[in-house]
């Protein structure tokens, strides 16, 4: 278990930190490609506002998603893996023991 | 006045709905430009949650507008003509006393 924030030391929060950033600006990135294809085929208000209903949905689940309070990053990191925007990589440098538990549970995702 | 739906004629009702179709027509293609704009000038999540906000806006802007009950119908017609989403020709075979009272108003719309 990782349960909070006094079990990650200072070099595995920035770790951690730089992490998850990367996950959140890669998931951005998805986006904003998927925003600017369904913009330039865009060809009447119907398009317009499924284009807005995307954005609204891709923020509320991001939003809900990007948490980085320590009792849940490990169900977090697990699910920013399971659906590729966190790579293993990117955690480098964290104990063993938080990889192998964040990676469990990644694999539990997958399993769903 | 225009107070209500008796005192367009069938005709002149086919003339408003199709200015009206056209207007709301014009305006979302002016939003469609802008946001492929956004969308090509987007470089973070900033800016992909600005174009979020952008859309949010303009779709509650627009539900706001285009009321086409007859109560409000020259208002809103005002309103367009004054933005420029409706034209005067748009409108060309409605009686001229309705004509002048949306001209009227949308002067009014100009003066605030």
């Known amino acids: 278990m990782i349960p909070n924030e006094k079990e990650w030391?200072?070099?595995e929060k920035k770790i951690a930190?730089?992490?998850y950033k990367a996950a959140y600006n890669r998931e951005c990135k998805a986006i904003m490609e998927e925003v600017r294809k369904m913009a330039a085929e865009t060809r009447d208000s119907t398009d317009l506002?499924?284009?807005h209903d995307y954005l609204t949905e891709k923020r509320k689940e991001t939003d809900e998603k990007y948490d980085y309070r320590y009792s849940v990053l490990r169900?977090?990191?697990a699910r920013l893996?399971?659906?590729g925007w966190m790579h293993q990589e990117d955690l480098e440098?964290?104990?063993e023991d938080k990889l192998q538990e964040i990676l469990e549970s990644a694999e539990f995702y997958a399993g769903l």
């Open 75 to 77: 169900f977090v990191f």
């Open 49 to 51: 506002w499924r284009l």
């Open 17 to 19: 930190r730089q992490a």
């Open 93 to 95: 440098g964290i104990s």
């Open 9 to 11: 030391s200072k070099s």
């Open 81 to 83: 893996i399971y659906e």
